[in-house]
């Protein structure tokens, strides 16, 4: 479902989000479904408030459900946690690494392993 992202560049929200930009640029002109976690991934690269990140969602046919990488993502919101690889570590370590914002493609490419995502507990 095509949708559109003012105010920023393609190159930004690639850059924010991690997401490639070929990839990205699929995504946005519809030719590629976009599932929640990519979603999520654009909504925190955009620094969308809830209400926002919603609206997005319903854009390409999705919602919030009540699951834990919903609830993670809603709540790095509401604490204004925008950037993706911290969210990704408050994800792992809530869901013991079974769930992510990245495809285990991207997460190879990445390079990414559980100790990447350590995070400070306070």
């Known amino acids: 479902m095509h ?12 850059r924010r989000s991690l997401i490639k930009g070929s990839t990205l640029s699929r995504y946005i002109n519809g030719s590629r479904e976009v599932p929640a976690f990519i979603v999520f ?3 925190l690269s ?8 919603e609206t997005l969602l319903r854009k390409v046919g ?3 459900k009540e699951a834990k990488m919903d609830a993670v993502v809603m709540e790095a919101i509401e ?3 925008y950037d993706v690889v911290k969210v ?4 792992r370590r809530f869901t013991n690494g079974e ?3 990245f495809t285990e493609k991207e ?7 559980d100790e990447d995502f350590e995070i400070e507990v306070i």
């Open 41 to 43: 991934r654009i909504a």
């Open 88 to 91: 990704e570590a408050i994800l």
């Open 62 to 64: 999705k919602a919030f």
């Open 46 to 53: 955009l620094r969308l408030n809830l209400i926002e990140t």
């Open 3 to 14: 949708f559109t992202l003012a105010k920023y560049t393609q190159a930004t929200i690639s």
């Open 107 to 113: 997460q190879e490419e990445f390079g990414y392993n």
């Open 99 to 101: 769930e992510s914002l």
């Open 79 to 81: 604490q204004g946690i």
